[in-house]
């Protein structure tokens, strides 16, 4: 056979195999995030919301969140969720995180009422529009609908979806 014949089947080949390889598994705002792999979005976050990632420091914690936000109808924008990655050493386990975001949400500790929820094998808090896990001593990972648009079963999905980026 001529190298004409093979090379449209070649090429064929390798760009089926490349743009396999590129396409992301939950869409171009899915992914890496802080050492996690944020693996389920809820079918709300479509084509027209917008992401962004920002770091910063409170009390001693690093965060390194994404969010995703929609324009609203008569302008404007609002977030539709948020997945936020914590580091710090007060973070030592899930009773600890729980504390440090009590202060960090201005929640009364007493009156927060959170439910337990497994998160594939790992403890987490869910209550209202947050769910939060503690996957090892100092880091905490929490999921949040501040305005409650996607819902309890989203929000337990989307928690679930977050794992660590390569788990050894």
Do not use: C
């Not at 769910?131 to 905490?140: D, H, I, L």
């Amino acid at each position: 056979m001529t190298l004409t014949r093979w090379a449209p089947v070649a090429l064929a080949t390798v760009l089926a195999i490349v743009l396999t390889a590129a396409v992301p598994a939950v869409g171009p705002r899915g992914g890496p995030l802080d050492g996690f792999t944020i693996g389920h979005l809820p079918d709300r976050i479509g084509a027209e919301a917008s992401t962004a990632d920002f770091t910063y420091e409170w009390e001693g914690v690093s965060f390194t969140s994404r969010a995703w936000e929609q324009a609203k109808d008569g302008g404007g924008f609002q977030v539709l969720l948020q997945v936020l990655v914590l580091r710090g050493e007060e973070l030592t386990d899930l009773s600890a995180v729980r504390a440090f975001l009590a202060r960090y949400h201005e929640r009364d500790p007493e009156a927060w009422g959170l439910e337990e929820f497994d998160n594939n094998g790992t403890p987490g808090l869910y209550g209202g529009n947050e769910a939060f896990w503690s996957p090892g001593e100092g880091v905490a990972v929490e999921v949040r609908d501040p305005f409650g648009l996607l819902g309890e079963e989203e929000l337990l999905a989307t928690a679930r979806g977050v794992g660590r980026q390569n788990p050894a």
